[in-house]
């Protein structure tokens, strides 16, 4: 009789999705692809175009090389075993820079939010100091630590820290103030504070900050391999400079901005993964 009983009762189920809800999620999905389409379009024409101007001598591939004479450089360079040698260098440098330059910047903006007589007393020297050219200061890095990856991943620091220190300190002075006094009132400690309001709620800062690294710290990178460096894609853009070897010099280039994409789509799925969590 049970198993009658609970044959003969109603089977609920789930409540499907509105048809202007489906609509909506595949217009989203159909602008998502397009775009993709038009983006991968744009690259394919770009490079197309460059390899018959450069065919057509309508512009110097000399100067300016052209996508084959890249791809054949980058074969050149594999069977030689230097192409990911000089691409491990580099991005190493950029990843330390990138990771050391957030960390502490977040740290220091932290240290100076926490006291408001130390942040009044260094805001004009963070406002110099962002202001400098720090490529200036490379020579001195150079004779104070050496030749080597450590002057570089400091020219790295210096180009990004300061830049993170000041954005993520505005992140946090932006906080609504009625969040933090209603903290306040029941009692709530500085700590607390600053990590049941100040850091859950500039997220999006961090992650702006983060973007904003991933270039600052390439920047650094290659003009501390500029500087001084025996291995990395700084140094083969100066070599092939040097040496009138231009078509490693475009190679170079091409494959920083290919490493910078890759990192930079990384901040992005962090992004993603974060927003998703929070949800």
């Not at 074969?75 to 190493?92: A, D, M, P």
């Not at 963070?126 to 030749?147: E, Q, R, Y």
């Not at 190679?251 to 993603?272: D, F, N």
Request: proline fraction near 4%; aromatic fraction near 8%; charge should be positive.
């Amino acid at each position: 009789m049970s198993n009658q009983g609970q044959e003969n009762k109603p089977q609920t189920k789930a409540p499907d999705h509105s048809l202007e809800h489906i609509g909506y999620l595949r217009r989203v999905r159909k602008e998502k692809i397009t775009i993709r389409i038009i983006q991968f379009m744009i690259l394919v024409m770009a490079f197309g175009l460059w390899e018959i101007c450069a065919n057509a001598k309508i512009v110097d591939p000399f100067i300016t090389s052209q996508p084959t004479r890249i791809i054949q450089t980058i074969i050149r360079l594999y069977e030689e075993g230097g192409l990911f040698h000089h691409i491990g260098v580099t991005c190493l440098e950029a990843v330390v820079g990138f990771v050391l330059g957030t960390v502490l910047g977040t740290i220091i903006a932290i240290i100076l939010w926490w006291s408001e007589f130390l942040c009044k007393v260094l805001e004009p020297y963070l406002v110099v100091l962002n202001s400098l050219p720090k490529i200036a200061l490379g020579p001195v890095f150079i004779v104070w630590i050496g030749a080597g990856p450590a002057a570089i991943i400091v020219m790295t620091l210096a180009i990004s820290l300061i830049v993170t220190v000041l954005e993520v300190l505005n992140g946090f002075l932006a906080i609504d103030e009625e969040k933090i006094k209603l903290v306040q009132t029941f009692g709530g400690t500085k700590s607390q504070i600053l990590t049941k309001v100040l850091l859950p709620a500039s997220s999006p800062t961090f992650i702006n900050a983060l973007k904003i690294n991933v270039g600052l710290s390439w920047v650094g990178v290659i003009v501390g391999e500029f500087l001084v460096s025996k291995a990395g894609l700084g140094y083969l853009i100066v070599y092939g400079g040097q040496v009138f070897k231009l078509d490693l010099v475009m190679t170079s280039v091409i494959i920083l901005g290919v490493a910078a994409t890759v990192m930079y789509q990384g901040v992005v799925y962090l992004e993603k993964f974060l927003v998703k969590n929070k949800v």
